[in-house]
């Protein structure tokens, strides 16, 4: 069979010390981190998007990147070999799941049978190489929003045939997903915006969303899927204004349709920041209301402002990150999908393992790091003693509710003024600085 990365052999853990640019410093797969194994914890995922699909293109210009599994004139045969690429890089890394679009997997025919044959064809193969090599499908996700007759959105375009179009490339690729024993399937609203609010019914694209998204709740029951539904908030790009700008929104839309039951969310570092959010943030909102279910893992560039997609090197992000996680209970069918693409001047196929191994090691140091700071309990001591009053007379009365406005007015009258107290950031960021 061809090896499409010659030049790059198994990545193995080598240890702090290792000079080797292509071996783990930080990510030993079976090492115990709080009595469980670094990959259970972390659960690394390859986007096929980015990783395979991606050549470099921007809005200047075409893709600058040649890959060897490009090189046929039939696109399912560059379908398969791409396919047989990616397994190849899964392996070589040692991660332990890839997520996928619908149309990155077998390229788009003139009618949807045909675009379903097609897709067919290439599940199977996927399905033997799962088989081979033991890498599973943390998620499977339709792409509703490259093709034109997306341009005005899927679920809330404003012509019911083109939602008709996208519940039925959903309905596939839930099923494909299924096929497959994805663990997750996401919903990403590319699209699912507007442009100007000049042209749009704001209420009835919300009501259609919502309808989609039933559908589909309805059809995952019906087939028998036991995957978590994903939704992926993002506040614009390429859309002026995605309607699922941030955690909050998202929960606020799915609590008012009647389908916080059925979704959890998979948030986007890049995402998050785009939303003016960090992406601690997005994760403690999640945790903070049971809804977190998975993460793409990357960073944005501060001085761009746009969905850079890096691979993520931050260590500090990563470490508030997975502190965030494994407070809330960690990873239960999520996982860290590393929804980034290498840069335009990155043309050489060692320059995604470049890539992931950064990532890969950057999330096992933010995992050490939380680890330690879960074990020696600094900010869990600090955020309790802060919140004791709770623990109290008064707190405990208001908290159990058994007291109004009036008992409030007839304490503070009795008591004066509140004494305060410090928050102690600056001792706190000190503090978490000698754990990074
Ligand atoms: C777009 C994005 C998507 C989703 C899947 O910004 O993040 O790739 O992750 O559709
Ligand atoms: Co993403």
Known sequence: MTEYFPDVKEIKYEGPDSKNPLAFKHYNADELVLGKKMADHLRFSVCYWHTFKGLGADPFGPGTIIRKYNDFSDPMQIAEATLDAAFELFTKLGVNFWCFHDRDIAPEADDLAETNRRLDKIVLKAQKLQDDTGVKLLWGTTNAFSHRRFMAGAGTNPSPEVFAYAASQIKKAIEITHQLGGVNYVFWGGREGYDTLLNTDMGRELDHLAMLLQMAVDHKKKIGFDGQFLIEPKPKEPTKH??????????????????????????????????GHTFQHELAYCAANGILGSVDANRGDMLLGWDTDQFPTNIYDATLAMYTILQSGGFDK???????????????????????????????????????????????????????????????????????????????????????????????????????
């Not at 609590?255 to 916080?260: E, G, P, S, V």
């Not at 999330?363 to 869990?380: C, P, S, T």
């Open 242 to 275: 995605q309607y699922d700008f941030d955690s909050g929104n998202c929960h606020a839309f799915l609590q008012k349709y009647n389908l916080a039951n059925d979704f959890k969310l998979n948030i986007e570092a890049n995402h998050a920041t785009l939303a």
């Open 334 to 436: 999520g996982g860290l999908n590393f929804d980034a693409k290498v840069r335009r001047q990155s043309v050489d196929g060692i320059d995604l393992f470049y890539a992931h191994v950064g990532a890969m090691d950057c999330f096992a140091r933010g995992l050490k790091n939380a680890a330690r700071l879960i074990e020696d309990k600094v900010l869990e001591n600090a955020v309790k003693e802060r919140y004791a009053g709770w623990d109290g007379e008064l707190g405990s009365k208001i908290e159990g509710k058994k007291v109004g406005f009036a008992e409030l007015e007839a304490y503070i009258l009795e008591h004066g003024e509140p004494e305060l107290a410090s928050g102690r950031q600056e001792m706190l960021e000190n503090i978490l600085n000698e754990y990074i």
